[in-house]
């Protein structure tokens, strides 16, 4: 299946696809966030720059085009050229409708509901244009932001990933979060009040 590369909304922020002028901005974001990023994420290095922006910008613009994976930059909608943070889904398993879900947002903008708002769109999209049977969310254990991502959703504790990903040296455990198509009707319109802004969560920095 295909989306289009048009934006998409929230309350209060646009999700668009990555663009080769985005580089810059996306540097901007996780240079002033590393410190919290380096402990999460694998990619997220002390030596993070415009190399590594580069790199994964096009192959942003190279997944979505090949229906691998959809990257959303978050921009407000007062502050358009300011990047807050990533949003993707993509699918683990086209054949069984299983996707995933993956975020983070920029330190200065955290403790806002943003993960909560945008993650929730993505929910939306995976359930509703994507048609996904199931969502994961795969979340590194102590990352109790992120955690509380998943539980405002109304997402379930499947169980613990055990040394699943290495991280700065050390095996990192994940905890695995999932909603299916039959829970997100049921919890539909708790989503779409947090994707219009009526019910924001301000106690994640994810």
Do not use: C
């Not at 590594?52 to 930059?73: G, I, L």
């Amino acid at each position: 299946m295909e989306l289009s590369q048009d934006p998409i909304y929230t309350g209060r922020y646009v999700l668009r696809p990555f663009r080769r002028r985005d580089v810059d901005a996306l540097v901007d974001a996780v240079r002033g966030s590393i410190d919290e990023l380096h402990q999460w994420l694998p990619w997220a290095h002390l030596a993070y720059g415009r190399i590594e922006a580069s790199h994964f910008v096009r192959e942003s613009m190279k997944s979505w085009k090949d229906t691998r994976a959809y990257d959303f930059s978050i921009r407000s909608r007062d502050e358009k050229n300011r990047h807050l943070g990533n949003v993707s889904i993509w699918f683990v398993s086209r054949g069984f409708r299983t996707g995933e879900i993956g975020y983070w947002v920029r330190t200065d903008h955290t403790a806002r509901g943003t993960a909560t708002e945008v993650t929730a769109r993505l929910v939306q999209v995976g359930f509703d244009e994507l048609r996904m049977h199931r969502i994961v969310l795969r979340i590194a254990v102590g990352n109790r932001p992120s955690e509380r991502v998943a539980e405002k959703l109304g997402f379930v504790r499947e169980g613990i990933l055990r040394e699943e990903l290495k991280i700065r040296g050390t095996w990192t455990d994940h905890t695995v979060y999932s909603m299916l198509d039959h829970e997100y009707n049921k919890h539909r319109q708790t989503i779409a009040d947090i994707v219009d802004g009526a019910h924001l969560p301000v106690d994640e920095s994810g």
